[in-house]
Nanobody, 123 residues
Framework: EVQFVESGGGSVQAGGSLKLSCAAS????????IGWFRQAPGKEREGVSC????????YYGDFVKGRFTISSDRTTNTVYLQMNSLKPEDTARYYC????????????????WGQGAQVTVSS
């Protein structure tokens, strides 16, 4: 059974930082694309960042613009998202998500989802 334990959400002022963690289990961590989507009220869900351990490839949404960094720890099957220079428009619920490969991950096909962590950025 695929499971995710997400942590690190919270409230911060604009310009601040947060680090999200997603501890994954129940699948071959190295064989999947794993990362984060986000969804704000009234908006579509969008891909934030993803990493594929086997190839080392990473993906970032255009809106990230160098502010976020994704990383992973094979020993603990955990993916991290370091978010710096946060803006009020980054306010959303962030979902850990794993998929068969990066292409399918971007299309949200075959995805296993975490429960999400709320990130709120005040101005």
């Amino acid at each position: 059974e695929v499971q995710f334990v997400e942590s690190g959400g919270g409230s911060v002022q604009a310009g601040g930082s947060l680090k999200l963690s997603c501890a994954a289990s129940g699948f071959a961590f190295d064989d999947y694309a794993i990362g984060w989507f986000r969804q704000a009220p009234g908006k579509e869900r969008e891909g934030v960042s993803c990493i594929t351990r086997r190839s080392g490839n990473t993906y970032y949404g255009d809106f990230v613009k160098g502010r976020f960094t994704i990383s992973s720890d094979r020993t603990t099957n955990t993916v991290y998202l370091q978010m710096n220079s946060l803006k009020p428009e980054d306010t959303a619920r962030y979902y850990c998500a794993a998929g068969p490969d990066l292409s399918l991950w971007k299309k949200q096909i075959g995805i296993d989802w975490g429960q999400g962590a709320q990130v709120t950025v005040s101005s």
